[in-house]
């Protein structure tokens, strides 16, 4: 699950910095509080890839999906945009729970048919 949500985490990243540079052109917002914003955004995306597995890693998620669809009211594109990474994200925590529930069960398999190890003399 960490790799996939990784993954959609660092597109975000890029996301949220291009519609930075959009805002910064087409709102009524200082550049000082589309850049505080963005940055804050774009920080929490890095800090996600290392917080997926822990405990609020994945709600942590949804709610940095939840703004970047927000977003949408400053540059309308982001409503689009955020519903896209929203479903990416869906995709990458559900079949990331299902990868990791067949990785632990091939683990396991793998363990049972190799038996006990001999001890080192």
Request: charged share 10%; net charge neutral.
């Amino acid at each position: 699950m960490r790799t996939l949500c990784a993954s959609t985490l660092i597109g975000e990243f890029f996301v949220i910095g291009f519609a930075g540079l959009v805002a910064m052109q087409t709102s009524d917002l200082s550049q000082a509080t589309v850049w505080t914003v963005s940055g804050m955004a774009m920080a929490l995306t890095v800090l996600l890839c290392g917080m997926i597995t822990r405990p609020g890693g994945v709600q942590l998620g949804w709610a940095l999906q939840i703004a970047l669809i927000a977003s949408g009211f400053v540059v309308p594109t982001m409503f689009f945009l955020g519903a896209c990474f929203a479903g990416l994200w869906w995709a990458s925590v559900h079949f990331g729970k299902k990868i990791d529930e067949a990785k632990a069960r091939f683990a396991a398999q793998a363990a049972a048919e190799s038996g006990p190890e001999p001890d080192a003399v």
